[in-house]
C-alpha cells in the first residue's frame, strides 16, 4: 500500500531509539496522524501511552528506511493473515497436546513463536520474512516457508494457522496427514456451522478420527488485532 509524501515526511523525521519509535515534537493534524499510525501499526508497532512512542519487537529502522524508499508499506495481518496467539491459548494447545519427551514437533505457521517458545525443540514453518528473521534472531529452527508444500512428518503439529478463503480447513487436514499422532490448531469458529461442502467434509473427517471442535470465548484474539470467533479442532491420529 502507498503513503502519501506528508506521511513519509513524518517517518522520515521520527527518531528510533531500539525498539521505539518516536513521532516529531509537532502537532499533527487528526487525519495526517491517523493515516502515520496506520502505517505504523500495520507494520508491527503499538502505540504506549506511557513511553509516548510506538513499541515494536524489533527496531523499525530498516522497515522504515525501505517504506521511504519505495513509497509502500505491507499490512501483515492483511497480507500474512499474522494474529499472534495469545499466551493462555498457546498454553491450551499444548496442554491439550499433551506431548512426550521423546515425540518430534511442528508449529506449521510459527508467526513469531508464541506456541514453540513454550515447546522444547519444536521445529518451524514461516511464511513471513520479518517473522523468519526474528525466529532465526532468536534461536528457533526453522524447516520450511510453505507448510502446504512441506512433507515431513511429525508426531505432534501445533498450529494457529490464516483463516482467510478457509486456508485454515487445508491447513488442518494437511496437517492430519503429516502427523503421527496429534492434531490441535486455532480455527475460524465458521467450521462449527457452515453447511458448504469444504466445511461439511472437514467436519466428517474430525469425527471419524474421534477428533473434537470446541469454541473458545468471544475477543479471544481481542488484544492481537481482531475479534473473529474462533474455536480448537484436535484430532488423535492414533
Request: net charge negative; glycine share 4%; charged share 25%.
Given at each position: 500500500?502507498?503513503?502519501?509524501?506528508?506521511?513519509?515526511?513524518?517517518?522520515?523525521?521520527?527518531?528510533?531509539?531500539?525498539?521505539?519509535?518516536?513521532?516529531?515534537?509537532?502537532?499533527?493534524?487528526?487525519?495526517?496522524?491517523?493515516?502515520?499510525?496506520?502505517?505504523?501499526?500495520?507494520?508491527?508497532?503499538?502505540?504506549?501511552?506511557?513511553?509516548?512512542?510506538?513499541?515494536?519487537?524489533e527496531?523499525?529502522?530498516?522497515?522504515?528506511?525501505?517504506?521511504?524508499?519505495?513509497?509502500?508499506?505491507?499490512?501483515e495481518?492483511?497480507?500474512?493473515?499474522?494474529?499472534?496467539?495469545?499466551?493462555?491459548?498457546?498454553?491450551?494447545?499444548?496442554?491439550?497436546?499433551?506431548?512426550?519427551?521423546?515425540?518430534?514437533?511442528?508449529?506449521?505457521?510459527?508467526?513469531?513463536?508464541?506456541?514453540?517458545?513454550?515447546?522444547?525443540?519444536?521445529?518451524?514453518?514461516?511464511?513471513?520474512?520479518?517473522?523468519?528473521?526474528?525466529?532465526?534472531?532468536?534461536?528457533?529452527?526453522?524447516?520450511?516457508?510453505?507448510?502446504?508444500k512441506?512433507?515431513?512428518?511429525?508426531?505432534?503439529?501445533?498450529?494457529?494457522?490464516?483463516?482467510?478463503?478457509?486456508?485454515?480447513?487445508?491447513?488442518?487436514?494437511?496437517?492430519?496427514?503429516?502427523?503421527?499422532?496429534?492434531?490441535?490448531?486455532?480455527?475460524?469458529?465458521?467450521?462449527?456451522?457452515?453447511?458448504?461442502?469444504?466445511?461439511?467434509?472437514?467436519?466428517?473427517?474430525?469425527?471419524?478420527?474421534?477428533?473434537?471442535?470446541?469454541?473458545?470465548?468471544?475477543n479471544?484474539?481481542?488484544?492481537?488485532?481482531?475479534?473473529?470467533?474462533?474455536?480448537?479442532?484436535?484430532?488423535?491420529?492414533?
Amino acid at each position: 500500500m502507498q503513503i502519501t509524501n506528508e506521511v513519509a515526511n513524518i517517518l522520515a523525521d521520527s527518531m528510533v531509539e531500539n525498539n521505539n519509535l518516536y513521532l516529531p515534537d509537532i502537532q499533527l493534524e487528526r487525519k495526517l496522524y491517523v493515516a502515520v499510525n496506520k502505517v505504523l501499526e500495520a507494520i508491527g508497532g503499538k502505540w504506549n501511552r506511557k513511553a509516548k512512542s510506538h513499541i515494536f519487537d524489533e527496531s523499525p529502522v530498516d522497515i522504515i528506511e525501505q517504506i521511504l524508499q519505495t513509497g509502500e508499506y505491507i499490512d501483515e495481518k492483511k497480507e500474512f493473515q499474522f494474529f499472534e496467539t495469545p499466551e493462555h491459548i498457546a498454553k491450551q494447545l499444548i496442554k491439550l497436546a499433551d506431548i512426550q519427551p521423546d515425540e518430534t514437533v511442528l508449529e506449521p505457521s510459527a508467526g513469531k513463536g508464541a506456541i514453540a517458545k513454550y515447546i522444547p525443540n519444536c521445529d518451524c514453518i514461516e511464511l513471513n520474512e520479518l517473522n523468519r528473521k526474528h525466529l532465526i534472531e532468536n534461536g528457533f529452527n526453522i524447516v520450511g516457508e510453505e507448510f502446504l508444500k512441506f512433507e515431513t512428518k511429525y508426531d505432534v503439529i501445533i498450529a494457529n494457522p490464516p483463516f482467510s478463503f478457509q486456508s485454515d480447513i487445508s491447513h488442518v487436514l494437511h496437517m492430519i496427514e503429516l502427523a503421527n499422532r496429534k492434531v490441535v490448531s486455532v480455527m475460524s469458529a465458521s467450521v462449527l456451522f457452515r453447511t458448504n461442502k469444504k466445511t461439511k467434509m472437514f467436519r466428517e473427517s474430525v469425527n471419524k478420527l474421534g477428533g473434537s471442535i470446541e469454541p473458545l470465548p468471544d475477543n479471544s484474539f481481542k488484544n492481537s488485532g481482531t475479534n473473529i470467533r474462533t474455536c480448537i479442532a484436535s484430532v488423535n491420529i492414533i
